[in-house]
T-cell receptor
Framework: DVKVTQSSRYLVKRTGEKVFLECVQDMDHENMFWYRQDPGLGLRLIYFSYDVKMKEKGDIPEGYSVSREKKERFSLILESASTNQTSMYLCASRGGGTDTQYFGPGTRLTVL | DQQVKQNSPSLSVQEGRISILNCDYT??????FLWYKKYPAEGPTFLIS?????DKNEDGRFTVFLNKSAKHLSLHIVPSQPGDSAVYFC????????????FGTGTRLTIIP
């Protein structure tokens, strides 16, 4: 069964803190994605990775970076959290030869 | 620029009736479309998809229709059940196997018992 897990369901951080969001998939998928979901804006792609150590900017990469040292793990980093980064963060993975992405449960991040 | 649009933020339907969720797109390069369903505090789950070489795809109570000339797709749920209450996102990709999906803003469907 497909499994994407995210390290935290809820997270509260202060402005200026460095924040790490972790995502792990057990499906040996090549592609992994980070989205944020905001009311009225749907899911917006922040970054994606199509292989270990490879990354591509999505539609809203500003203020974020990512790391993919192992195939199963994709980390989203907020170098200096700001209040406008308060959001639901969703990780997804996808195998080759399909467009279907499998999502984790999400991390609701609040930046105070 | 919103390339995938879901113009109805919410929809209420009586249990047992048909639910119709709509999605419009502007990018003519999109050739593969997906619908995802999302419950609160959970990640989206894949529901059904359609390739641009088809105009209809059916899976149980769920049917997706694609009108390429109008750049419009719709999801039909028949009959609607209380468990269908969720937010539905349509998504599109250009060139099958492309890494990126572009999502719409979502429609919250409420099924009234």
């Amino acid at each position: 069964d497909v499994k994407v897990t995210q390290s935290s369901r809820y997270l509260v951080k202060r402005t200026g803190e460095k924040v790490f969001l972790e995502c792990v998939q057990d499906m040996d998928h090549e592609n992994m994605f980070w989205y944020r979901q905001d009311p009225g804006l749907g899911l917006r792609l922040i970054y994606f990775s199509y292989d270990v150590k490879m990354k591509e900017k999505g539609d809203i990469p500003e203020g974020y970076s990512v790391s993919r040292e192992k195939k199963e793990r994709f980390s989203l980093i907020l170098e200096s959290a700001s209040t406008n980064q308060t959001s639901m963060y969703l990780c997804a993975s996808r195998g080759g030869g399909t467009d279907t992405q499998y999502f984790g449960p999400g991390t609701r991040l609040t930046v105070l | 620029d919103q390339q995938v649009k879901q113009n109805s933020p919410s929809l209420s339907v009586q249990e047992g009736r048909i639910s119709i969720l709509n999605c419009d797109y502007t990018n003519s390069m999109f050739d593969y479309f997906l619908w995802y369903k999302k419950y609160p505090a959970e990640g989206p789950t894949f529901l059904i998809s359609i390739s641009s070489i088809k105009d209809k795809n059916e899976d149980g109570r769920f049917t997706v229709f694609l009108n390429k000339s109008a750049k419009h797709l719709s999801l039909h749920i028949v009959p609607s059940q209380p468990g269908d209450s969720a937010v539905y996102f349509c998504a599109a990709s250009a060139n099958f196997g492309n890494e990126k999906l572009t999502f719409g803003t979502g429609t919250r469907l409420t099924i009234i018992p």
